[in-house]
């Protein structure tokens, strides 16, 4: 039986990503005094990605290692860098960048899943992109700080430092992989009397989002802080949907309205295991007391068992009318919120990431760009998970992700790659080797 034709995604694979990415990087505008510069900038921001890209837990040893003449070509051939800076040039010069001028790298990798059609399976309804945010702390320390930390006090007076970030993601109930998106620092400010918060680095990363995907269709999902009158109106004069949590000790009044409403609507489902899927949902609720209260739209979804026990129930209001044929979807779209904790906030931190690593702090701008490139490393990942059959095979044969990155570090520490398939090619040699995978490309 002849095999199979396998069709690779061109604009998806690691050549053309990394050309985009590289593109945008000689974009950025350098502040340097030009004949005083030993790098290219576009040489500092790509080797500390390309630090983050293999996984390694040290940017210093990392860089040393680039001192090797096999490291130093193979940080030439797959990246393109010219010269290699130390580690702590590195650090010094990215924190004199706007990290900022990375947003255009994320944006663009978007639309090139969406030019691919990928991005249409992600639609939980049509044209509506389920887009999940939460927060995240990613440095604390008692010691190392700078202007832009969040602090704690404690009770002792001790004061803690921390650096978090507003994270926003696409995802959807059937797919593992999730599509990040430029995300917004929760860090203080020059002049501000009030530190940052969660809240208000949302209302700044919505709007950055539409100007980002302007004619995109975004349901903002995300747990029961944001579900408030604010933010559910920052939302709406977006143009984006929303699909918030709602718990009963913080939505007083609408539990007690819905519990004097006779006209719930509902809808029980049995699934081949036996249990039974209740959803019971009802349109235009006021969401608090007020007299220009939001309207809203109720959903609460109960799963239980054949035995007849609940196992799991959730509420949430959305702004999309809800019907018999849709509250399915949407409880499961609520529901998959999580994997904006799981599948990238627990994987940046406990699968070979290093998220809390300190790489370096800096004075300004160096701890945010550490993490944006981090991102677009897990990235690029998440790309190959989704389009990339040569590394999935790969990703199949090696089994964990840490062992498969650990693989590569080492391959690269010994061998000089033509090319990131060259280097795919010899992690799968003696294991099948990949049939459908040109030397020559990538």
Same mark, same amino acid.
């Given at each position: ?99 900022? &001028? ?17 991005? %249409? ?9 389920? &887009? ?16 832009? &930390? ?37 860090? #203080? ?34 747990? $029961? ?13 977006? =143009? ?25 609507? %509902? ?20 969401? #608090? ?33 809800? #019907? ?17 904790? #799981? ?21 300004? *701008? ?14 690029? *990942?998440?790309?190959? %998970? ?10 199949? $044969?090696?089994? $964990?992700? &840490?062992?498969?990155? %650990? ?30 995978? $040109?030397?020559?490309? =990538?």
């Amino acid at each position: 039986m002849p095999r199979r034709s396998v069709k690779m995604k061109k604009h998806l694979d690691f050549a053309a990503l990394h050309q985009c990415f590289s593109k945008h990087l000689k974009n950025i505008d350098d502040p340097r005094v030009q004949g005083r510069c030993s790098y290219r900038l576009h040489d500092v921001f790509m080797a500390g990605f390309a630090c983050m890209f293999f996984q390694d837990p040290s940017l210093a040893h990392f860089q040393r290692r680039l001192e090797e003449t096999e490291n130093a070509s193979n940080l030439k051939t797959l990246f393109k860098v010219d010269s290699t800076p130390k580690d702590s040039q590195l650090r010094t010069v990215m924190d004199n960048i706007d990290s900022e &001028c990375l947003r255009p790298v994320f944006k663009d990798y978007a639309e090139r899943l969406r030019r691919g059609k990928h991005l %249409e399976s992600f639609q939980i309804l049509p044209r509506q992109h389920l &887009c999940a945010i939460d927060g995240v702390y990613y440095h604390s320390s008692n010691n190392v700080h700078c202007e832009k &930390c969040l602090t704690k006090t404690h009770k002792k007076g001790a004061v803690s430092y921390h650096h978090a970030m507003l994270q926003g993601a696409f995802i959807h109930p059937e797919h593992r992989p999730v599509i990040p998106t430029m995300p917004e620092a929760i860090a #203080n400010t020059d002049g501000s009397e009030k530190q940052d918060c969660e809240i208000n680095a949302a209302k700044r990363y919505i709007k950055k989002l539409k100007a980002d995907h302007p004619r995109m269709g975004i349901i903002i999902t995300g747990d $029961s802080l944001f579900s408030k009158a604010p933010m559910i109106e920052n939302v709406l004069e977006q =143009g984006f949907n929303y699909l918030f949590v709602v718990k009963p000790g913080d939505h007083r009044y609408l539990m007690e309205w819905l519990d004097d409403c006779n006209s719930l609507s %509902e809808l029980v489902v049995t699934d081949l295991k036996g249990r039974k899927h209740k959803y019971t949902y009802k349109n235009q609720v006021p969401l #608090n007391g007020q007299e220009n209260a939001p309207q809203v739209n109720y959903i609460h979804y109960a799963l239980i068992n054949d035995k007849g026990k609940t196992t799991y129930r959730n509420n949430w209001v959305t702004s999309i009318e809800i #019907n018999n044929r849709n509250v399915a979807k949407l409880a499961n779209g609520g529901r998959c919120r999580w994997k904006i904790e #799981n599948e990238c906030f627990n994987t940046l931190k406990n699968q070979g990431y290093h998220l809390e690593h300190n790489f370096g702090h800096g004075k300004k *701008h160096l701890s945010h760009t550490i993490y944006l490139l981090t991102m677009l490393a897990f990235f690029f *990942h998440q790309i190959f %998970e989704l389009t990339d059959p040569a590394y999935q095979l790969c990703r199949k $044969s090696l089994g $964990s992700k &840490c062992l498969l990155w %650990e693989t590569f570090r080492t391959l690269i520490r010994y061998f000089i790659f033509a090319s990131w398939n060259d280097l795919m090619l010899k992690l799968m040699s003696g294991r099948g080797g990949i049939p459908f995978l $040109s030397k020559k490309e =990538g």
